[in-house]
């Protein structure tokens, strides 16, 4: 009988012990314990009962200490981003703007230069490549406007007309042209003939995209049947993207070796190396840096002077070498955070990081000429 009530006993305590682990348990799945911000909870309560002035709507102060909390961290890469720049932000990186679908370029003797992307707005006006912009809604366009400003005059709002005066390359009479602005997808890639030299084509990466290696083999292969036989890849400006996309393009122009080692926080480092011969290893290239190249577009440019695949032409790059991760919230605002880094070969992991050119272009004149003629003058110096 004592052995029995023992027994009893001990499944008593251990049914109730379980019975209690598992509420405690549930409680805290259900109802996680808060973080531990003691200052912030005070510091909040304290601005709500106190302040004079009404508090902002819950988001405003909601956003005002996430963004404390992000610039604590010390990170010049972290961000908190609001809803509506997070929205832009995601468009400018999808390349879509109201526009009428154009490169605006200029020329030598300070023309401005349309060169319309294939199947859009300004192309099917019967712009063609080459064309003169003479003026934009009445504006004359004369040779001191900034090339930006006539950016921002030729885009506008979709669905709106904008007045084009240009004069096509094989017409010397000037047309008027109207163009729909359309919410237009920039190409990830943009090439043509180089004015200067039509053996000599310019590939210019605007952003790096999981089709941007794609994008620039069919580049090179329009631009080699029509007579190209030496390539400028230009990444100027180009402030970056996917990893893996800027890797995969790295290749596309190697026969072997490294391109970077990556680590990720925990993480052991990783090698990224040349899988196999990049269909493009052959063909004579230069690729044009500024200062604002920047991470992804920094690894191709990178990988191909440690390679010795290509020189670099311009001014030092920017010089960012870590990977974010961003991560959407629920009210479609975002965090941006440094989660790794990455080197190339011979360098120090996590350490500093620019990129210098083998052929400088003086600071002072970082124009289209003085970059394309340091191009020739390269090309014309190889066998």
């Known amino acids: 009988m004592k052995k029995e009530i023992i027994i009893s006993t001990i499944i008593t305590i251990v049914s109730l012990a379980i019975a209690f682990a598992a509420g405690f348990f549930a409680n805290q799945f259900i109802n996680p314990p808060e973080l531990e911000l003691p200052i912030l909870s005070q510091a909040q309560e304290i601005i709500l009962e106190n302040a004079y002035y009404d508090s902002p709507p819950a988001p405003a102060l909601e956003y ?45 003797d300070n023309q401005i230069l349309l060169y319309p992307f294939p199947d859009g707005p300004a192309a099917e006006a019967g712009i063609h490549d080459g064309a003169v912009l003479l003026a934009v809604d009445g504006t004359p366009i004369t040779s001191d406007i900034p090339l930006n400003d006539v950016v921002s005059m030729v885009r506008g709002e979709v669905g709106k007309k904008v007045f084009l005066t240009i ?115 052959d063909i004579p290239l230069v690729v044009l840096i500024d200062h604002n190249t920047a991470s992804a577009s920094e690894i191709i440019s990178g990988a191909l002077q440690v390679n010795q695949r290509a020189p670099l032409i311009g001014t030092s790059s920017f010089g960012k ?12 605002s975002s965090i941006h955070v440094t989660h790794g880094v990455w080197w190339l070969p011979g360098n120090e992991p996590g350490g500093p990081f620019v990129l210098s050119p083998d052929i400088p272009i003086d600071e002072a004149d970082q124009t289209d000429v003085s970059y394309f003629k340091a191009a020739l003058d390269y090309f014309q110096t190889q066998p």
């Not at 995601?90 to 109201?98: I, K, L, Q």
């Not at 070498?321 to 479609?332: G, R």
Request: a negative charge.
């Open 167 to 281: 004069k096509n390359p094989t017409d010397t009479t000037e047309t008027e042209i109207s163009v729909t602005r359309e919410d237009f997808p920039i190409p990830s890639v943009v090439y043509r003939k180089l004015e200067q030299d039509p053996t000599v084509g310019l590939i210019d990466i605007n952003i790096i995209a999981a089709s941007t290696a794609d994008e620039v083999k069919t580049g090179v292969q329009e631009l080699q049947n029509d007579g190209v036989n030496s390539f400028i890849l230009d990444l100027r400006g180009n402030t970056g993207g996917l990893l893996d996309a800027g890797i995969d393009i790295a290749r596309l122009f190697l026969e072997d070796g490294e391109i970077i080692s990556l680590q990720y926080k925990g993480d052991k480092p990783v090698v990224h190396q040349v899988r196999q011969t990049g269909e493009l290893k």
């Open 64 to 108: 005002g200490m996430i963004h404390g909390m992000v610039g604590a961290l010390g990170d010049p890469y972290a961000a908190f981003v609001e809803p509506p720049q997070h929205e832009l932000n995601t468009n400018t990186f999808e390349g879509h703007f109201g526009g009428i679908g154009s490169q605006v370029t200029r020329s030598e």
């Open 321 to 332: 070498n870590t990977i974010q991760l961003v991560f959407t919230l629920e009210d479609s």
